[in-house]
């Protein structure tokens, strides 16, 4: 594992409105760029922020949720081997955040893809559905757990409400994330606070790196993301080389940009061994009260 700093960049990102796909590629492609000149060595987009895909479409489309996710696949492939190609061109890992992918037995799921130097390293599909997602849009849970293997150690991703169950988090630490990625889209300033909250309560528990990344902005076309509230943020345990609130970077509130921050993920092993608690290691001990 690469023990040196690792700098990501977490967007706060504003969906757009597109005539053309070549539209769509050049503000992803700047958007990378930017970040790469920064220095950022991984790149993190919200959850849904595919959906903004549905503009190209026309309006009878974007004016149904069933007709969205319905079209969106086929934009599937290209969507998939953008980020492939600009991973591999900047030697970077990106987690584009999420895209509605239809199962061969007609189920939606909310899909999160990972891409690396290499190429695509895999997937995590989200775990909980929001009550929209269950009721209005039909999206379907997911059923495995996974964690990536990159050179700077293994990453879990924790899609939005995934992120409020300590359980989900719990499993992937226990399988060696050191760091979990959570793409949110969230509509009321409340829903922001309920993923912002997860985050740092998980990076608490686990004594582990937790980064969000919002949309923003509102996108009057579209039922499904029409209203976007949050602020990126990197969250740490709270403990011996870690800020003393436990948040490392925050990002200013509604406006589109990448926040920045370096991560030195050696620390989390040195905090769970040495730290004032040990929250990672004790875990297992709140539970024989139950018993």
């Given at each position: 594992?690469n023990?040196?700093?690792?700098?990501?960049?977490?967007?706060?990102?504003?969906?757009?409105?597109?005539?053309?796909?070549?539209?769509?590629?050049?503000?992803v492609?700047?958007?990378?760029?930017?970040?790469?000149?920064?220095?950022?060595?991984?790149?993190?987009?919200?959850?849904?922020?595919s959906?903004e895909?549905?503009?190209?479409?026309?309006?009878?489309?974007?004016?149904?949720?069933?007709?969205?996710?319905?079209?969106?696949?086929?934009?599937?492939?290209?969507?998939?081997?953008?980020?492939?190609?600009?991973?591999?061109?900047?030697?970077?890992?990106?987690?584009?955040?999420?895209?509605?992918?239809?199962?061969?037995?007609?189920?939606?799921?909310?899909?999160?893809?990972?891409?690396?130097?290499?190429?695509?390293?895999?997937?995590?599909?989200?775990?909980?559905?929001?009550?929209?997602?269950?009721?209005?849009?039909?999206?379907?849970?997911?059923?495995?757990?996974?964690?990536?293997?990159t050179?700077?150690?293994?990453?879990?991703?924790?899609?939005?409400?995934?992120?409020?169950?300590?359980?989900?988090?719990?499993r992937?630490?226990?399988?060696?994330?050191?760091?979990?990625?959570?793409?949110?889209?969230?509509?009321?300033l409340?829903?922001?606070?309920?993923?912002?909250?997860?985050?740092?309560?998980?990076?608490?528990?686990?004594?582990?790196?937790?980064?969000?990344?919002?949309?923003?902005?509102?996108?009057?076309?579209?039922?499904?993301?029409?209203?976007?509230?949050?602020?990126?943020?990197?969250?740490?345990?709270?403990?011996?080389?870690?800020?003393?609130?436990?948040?490392?970077?925050?990002?200013?509130?509604?406006?589109?940009?990448?926040?920045?921050?370096?991560?030195?993920?050696?620390?989390?092993?040195?905090?769970?061994?040495?730290?004032?608690?040990?929250?990672?290691?004790?875990?297992?001990?709140q539970?024989?009260?139950?018993?």
């Amino acid at each position: 594992m690469n023990t040196r700093p690792l700098r990501i960049a977490s967007a706060q990102y504003d969906i757009g409105y597109f005539q053309h796909w070549q539209d769509y590629v050049a503000k992803v492609e700047r958007g990378t760029q930017e970040a790469a000149d920064a220095g950022a060595q991984l790149l993190l987009w919200p959850e849904y922020a595919s959906m903004e895909l549905a503009s190209l479409f026309p309006r009878e489309v974007q004016l149904s949720l069933a007709l969205q996710l319905e079209h969106l696949q086929h934009l599937r492939d290209d969507f998939i081997g953008l980020y492939e190609r600009l991973a591999q061109q900047h030697g970077l890992y990106v987690q584009p955040g999420t895209f509605p992918v239809q199962l061969d037995n007609g189920e939606y799921r909310n899909r999160a893809w990972l891409f690396g130097p290499q190429g695509l390293l895999g997937f995590q599909d989200k775990l909980q559905m929001t009550r929209f997602e269950n009721e209005q849009w039909h999206v379907s849970p997911g059923d495995q757990i996974r964690i990536f293997e990159t050179t700077f150690g293994k990453v879990g991703i924790a899609v939005c409400y995934d992120s409020e169950f300590p359980l989900i988090a719990r499993r992937q630490v226990e399988l060696g994330a050191d760091l979990i990625l959570v793409p949110s889209c969230t509509d009321t300033l409340a829903g922001y606070h309920r993923v912002r909250i997860g985050c740092q309560a998980r990076a608490l528990e686990n004594q582990c790196y937790v980064v969000q990344s919002p949309t923003v902005g509102t996108a009057d076309w579209s039922p499904a993301v029409d209203i976007n509230i949050g602020a990126a943020g990197v969250f740490t345990p709270v403990d011996h080389g870690f800020p003393d609130d436990g948040v490392l970077a925050l990002g200013e509130f509604g406006k589109p940009q990448w926040l920045l921050a370096d991560l030195d993920l050696s620390l989390i092993a040195t905090v769970r061994q040495t730290g004032q608690v040990f929250n990672y290691r004790d875990w297992p001990g709140q539970f024989r009260c139950l018993s």
